[in-house]
């Protein structure tokens, strides 16, 4: 889970023998890492500043993050943490709370948050859509190469979407739930955020967390590929 395709090509070039099937698999991952950098971040963060924009906001719409361009929303440092360690992030999206007049500040924080998450499981269901047309007209070795690329960045949508509704500081998770917690129960979070996220990591990297998320990810990839019923 954390050995990005960088890692993985150097182990690769510097093997004794190399496989058909360990070439696949580092391609498969530079691909993913490139989808999540180009496509998924650039969607994700635009999704925030337009719901924002549509709350009454437009912050981010004057900063020039009111696009899919993904160079308006690339953070340097989080996109080779990406290719090395498959753990990266991008340019947090500026939402002001304040100007989001449509609705009360609480709805406001909730909305923003939300909206990144929901347009990735939103692009996850139609990579599974146009992955089934595919798989319907499928003629060749080249078609099936493009259907499974479909469904690896379903998937990819789907994980993102997942680990940033995990309810902790950075995550849009945490402001989701804040909007319905008290204000002492947010501010005890916001005081030991740190502690809190150093012990989520750290049940990342050991794999304890790894069960939950993978049930959550299925659980999804399942309900979204019976939304697509009638391609079968």
Not at 141 to 163: E, M, P, R, S
Request: net charge positive.
């Amino acid at each position: 889970m954390f050995r990005g395709p960088l890692i993985e090509l150097f182990m690769l070039l510097f093997s004794g023998s190399v496989t058909e099937s360990q070439v696949v698999s580092v391609v498969l991952s530079v691909f993913s890492v490139l989808v999540i950098i180009f496509v998924v971040f650039p969607i994700h963060e635009c999704a925030h500043g337009l719901m924002a924009k549509i709350l009454g906001d437009d912050t981010a719409e004057r900063q020039g993050r009111l696009t899919l361009n993904p160079f308006a929303h690339i953070d340097v440092m989080g996109a080779v943490m990406m290719m090395l360690f498959r753990i990266g992030w991008a340019k947090p999206t500026p939402v002001d709370i304040r100007r989001c007049n449509k609705v009360k500040p609480r709805a406001a924080l909730a909305l923003t948050s939300l909206a990144g998450p929901l347009a990735n499981i939103l692009l996850s269901y139609i990579m599974i859509i146009a992955y089934k047309l595919v798989l319907m007209n499928l003629t060749s070795t080249t078609g099936a190469y493009i259907a499974l690329g479909l469904y690896y960045t379903a998937q990819i949508n789907v994980y993102l979407a997942v680990f940033n509704l995990v309810p902790i500081a950075p995550f849009d998770g945490f402001n989701i739930l804040a909007s319905f917690l008290p204000g002492r129960a947010v501010y005890f979070m916001q005081k030991n955020q740190q502690i809190i996220y150093w012990v989520f990591f750290a049940l990342l990297m050991f794999g304890v967390l790894s069960v939950p998320f993978g049930l959550a990810c299925n659980g999804i990839m399942w309900l979204l590929d019976k939304a697509s019923f009638f391609l079968g």
